[in-house]
């Protein structure tokens, strides 16, 4: 088997100082309790901070270096193919605000960047989205019609800073890329001279609704606040029942550096060949680093190696001379209206709150979120918080994916029992990969490590019970139901679950 390209590695951690802050050894209380330290939970944390609320934020593992330390970092208000979507599905109104406030995001982190004197290599640049079929023209035209009604900068072009031909794409101006950790650990060190506590390494389990709020955490310990903020990305609260409204996918990244002439000058994506998007950003020695994301998929829906070949191969076809450095994978949640849902979390929440389903447009989405929530714990309400409200329903409009959503969970959670086992044995798993394999009468998720040692949890997994699949690229099971994710070892790396897949003894199980 052909090797990956690049290191395993997000430019944007590799390029940062890992932080270290403590995790919550003793019970605490605050006003605000924000659980999640990606860009959605950090920005809720300043914008809180700001404005006198005493803020507690937990971090299950170090802040801005799961889902956040992995982005593309597009901040823009372009995202793909939304406006015409929108205007048919939720009417013109809903479409203007939603650009609104993604431009508002836009232009928040420039003033931030400015009153704080940030380095996080800000560029302001043009978003494409572009076809290269002449089929899918006429959406692109629908697109550019829709977003200028939206209130947007939008104009349809056919010639793009690309090295190979477009037939039409939507130009919007005024958009902006930046390096989202320098962003968002210069936030932090003023937050932390501001007051704010921030707590790493500690993973919150329970929540228990009142006045005020608690929070359990691994360790024993508990947070008491009058509010409380969940950015966990997928929630961990099911009490809202969103998972039957959101859809993981994964993502995956190539990084190539560039001599600076060959820099499109701009971000592009495209849905077609399983959606790719372009950007470049400052690197080593006075180059560029052309980063290229794309190869949707579910989490659990097999190894991503093959992907990750295929978008490399691209990237050299259509970027002639590159030689891929790094390579990475972003998670994101799709939710069934094709809106984040930012605001209360259940229709009788009072003083919990939560953000999600940015469907891969975290960084505008973030920043939005951040300012939303915190108006809304203190009292404001800004144009479009009826827009982002969780406690939504359409349904006529969901209807549909939500059955679709629910019956891919069902099927999982039946099909995947009905298979005896992946592999006969632990004999047939060989090293540097993993199957399930029944074991005295368990379903066990057994990885063979590169020294041959073998490890085993089980293959159920701690959210909802679906049974985890072996990602062999990337070295870790993943469920297919609602996307979490964990190590060889069992330990959780990704939400919604909250508690590591029990490990099992060979010699007893």
């Given at each position: 088997?052909?090797?990956?390209?690049?290191?395993?590695e997000?430019?944007?951690?590799?390029?940062?100082?890992t932080?270290?802050?403590?995790?919550?050894?003793?019970?605490?209380?605050?006003?605000?309790?924000?659980?999640?330290?990606g860009?959605?939970?950090?920005?809720?944390?300043?914008?809180?901070?700001?404005?006198?609320?005493?803020?507690?934020?937990l971090e299950?593992?170090?802040?801005?270096?799961?889902?956040?330390?992995?982005?593309?970092a597009?901040?823009?208000?372009?995202?793909?193919?939304?406006?015409?979507?929108l205007?048919?599905?939720?009417?013109?109104?809903?479409?203007?605000?939603?650009?609104?406030?993604?431009?508002d995001?836009?232009?928040h982190?420039?003033?931030?960047?400015?009153?704080l004197?940030?380095?996080c290599?800000?560029?302001?640049?043009p978003a494409?989205?572009?076809?290269?079929?002449?089929?899918?023209?006429?959406q692109?035209?629908?697109?550019?019609?829709?977003?200028?009604?939206?209130?947007l900068?939008a104009?349809?072009?056919?010639?793009?800073?690309?090295?190979f031909?477009v037939?039409?794409?939507?130009?919007?101006?005024?958009?902006?890329?930046?390096?989202?950790?320098k962003?968002?650990?210069?936030?932090v060190?003023?937050?932390v001279?501001?007051?704010?506590?921030?707590?790493?390494?500690?993973?919150?389990?329970?929540?228990?609704?009142?006045?005020?709020c608690r929070?359990?955490?691994?360790?024993?310990?508990t947070?008491?606040?009058?509010?409380?903020?969940?950015?966990?990305?997928?929630?961990?609260?099911?009490?809202?029942?969103?998972f039957?409204?959101?859809?993981?996918?994964r993502?995956?990244?190539?990084?190539s550096?560039?001599?600076?002439?060959?820099?499109p000058?701009?971000m592009?994506?495209?849905t077609?060949h399983?959606?790719?998007s372009?950007?470049?950003?400052?690197?080593?020695?006075?180059?560029?680093l052309?980063i290229?994301?794309?190869?949707?998929?579910?989490?659990?829906?097999?190894?991503?190696?093959?992907?990750f070949?295929r978008?490399?191969a691209?990237?050299?076809?259509?970027?002639?001379?590159?030689?891929?450095?790094?390579?990475?994978?972003?998670?994101?949640?799709?939710?069934?209206?094709?809106l984040?849902?930012?605001?209360h979390?259940?229709?009788?929440?009072?003083?919990?709150y939560?953000?999600?389903?940015?469907?891969?447009?975290?960084?505008?989405n973030?920043?939005?979120?951040?300012?939303l929530l915190?108006?809304l714990i203190?009292?404001?309400?800004l144009?479009?918080?009826?827009?982002?409200?969780?406690?939504?329903?359409?349904?006529?409009?969901?209807?549909?994916?939500?059955?679709?959503?629910q019956?891919?969970?069902?099927r999982?959670f039946?099909?995947?029992?009905?298979?005896?086992?992946?592999?006969?044995?632990?004999?047939d798993?060989?090293?540097?990969?993993g199957?399930?394999?029944r074991?005295?009468?368990?379903?066990?998720?057994?990885?063979?490590?590169?020294?041959g040692?073998?490890?085993?949890?089980?293959?159920?997994?701690?959210?909802?019970g679906?049974?985890?699949?072996f990602?062999?690229?990337?070295q870790?099971w993943?469920?297919?139901?609602?996307?979490?994710?964990f190590?060889?070892?069992?330990?959780v790396?990704?939400?919604?679950?909250?508690?590591p897949?029990?490990?099992i003894?060979?010699?007893?199980?």
């Open positions: 088997m052909a090797s990956l390209p690049g290191v395993p997000s430019y944007w951690i590799e390029s940062t100082a932080t270290s802050f403590p995790p919550l050894e003793q019970d605490v209380t605050a006003d605000v309790a924000v659980v999640g330290g860009i959605a939970g950090l920005c809720a944390a300043w914008e809180l901070t700001r404005a006198g609320r005493s803020v507690v934020l299950a593992d170090r802040i801005a270096a799961a889902v956040t330390g992995y982005t593309t597009k901040l823009s208000a372009q995202h793909t193919l939304i406006y015409a979507r205007r048919q599905s939720h009417g013109e109104q809903a479409a203007r605000l939603y650009a609104t406030s993604q431009q995001a836009i232009e982190a420039f003033a931030t960047v400015a009153d004197a940030i380095d290599d800000l560029e302001r640049l494409y989205t572009y076809v290269e079929s002449a089929e899918g023209s006429e692109i035209t629908a697109e550019v019609d829709a977003a200028r009604q939206a209130g900068p104009s349809l072009v056919t010639g793009t800073g690309l090295p031909d037939a039409a794409a939507i130009r919007v101006e005024d958009q902006a890329q930046f390096h989202p950790r962003y968002l650990l210069a936030l060190r003023q937050m001279r501001d007051g704010t506590r921030v707590y790493e390494r500690t993973r919150v389990t329970g929540l228990e609704e009142g006045r005020p929070l359990a955490c691994e360790s024993g310990t947070v008491a606040a009058t509010d409380v903020v969940v950015a966990t990305h997928y929630p961990i609260f099911d009490r809202a029942l969103l039957s409204r959101l859809q993981p996918r993502e995956l990244v190539v990084a550096p560039i001599p600076p002439e060959q820099d000058g701009g592009y994506i495209t077609e399983n959606t790719r372009v950007r470049t950003t400052p690197y080593r020695h006075g180059q560029r052309l290229v994301t794309g190869e949707i998929a579910e989490p659990g829906s097999g190894d991503a190696g093959e992907r070949r978008l490399a691209w990237t050299s076809e259509r970027f002639p001379g590159t030689q891929i450095t790094h390579r990475w994978a972003a998670q994101d949640n799709a939710t069934t209206d094709h984040p849902y930012v605001g979390l259940h229709p009788g929440a009072e003083h919990v939560v953000a999600t389903g940015f469907s891969g447009w975290g960084m505008s973030g920043i939005m979120s951040g300012k915190s108006a203190t009292g404001h309400e144009p479009w918080t009826e827009l982002y409200d969780p406690r939504r329903l359409h349904p006529l409009r969901e209807a549909g994916p939500i059955a679709k959503l019956a891919k969970v069902a999982h039946i099909g995947d029992r009905l298979r005896s086992s992946h592999v006969d044995s632990i004999d798993v060989d090293p540097g990969s199957a399930i394999v074991i005295g009468g368990r379903r066990c998720a057994v990885h063979r490590d590169t020294a040692v073998v490890h085993a949890v089980s293959a159920t997994c701690t959210h909802l679906c049974i985890v699949a990602n062999q690229a990337e870790t993943e469920c297919p139901c609602h996307g979490s994710r190590g060889t070892d069992g330990t790396l990704h939400g919604p679950a909250t508690q897949l029990e490990p003894d060979l010699d007893n199980p």
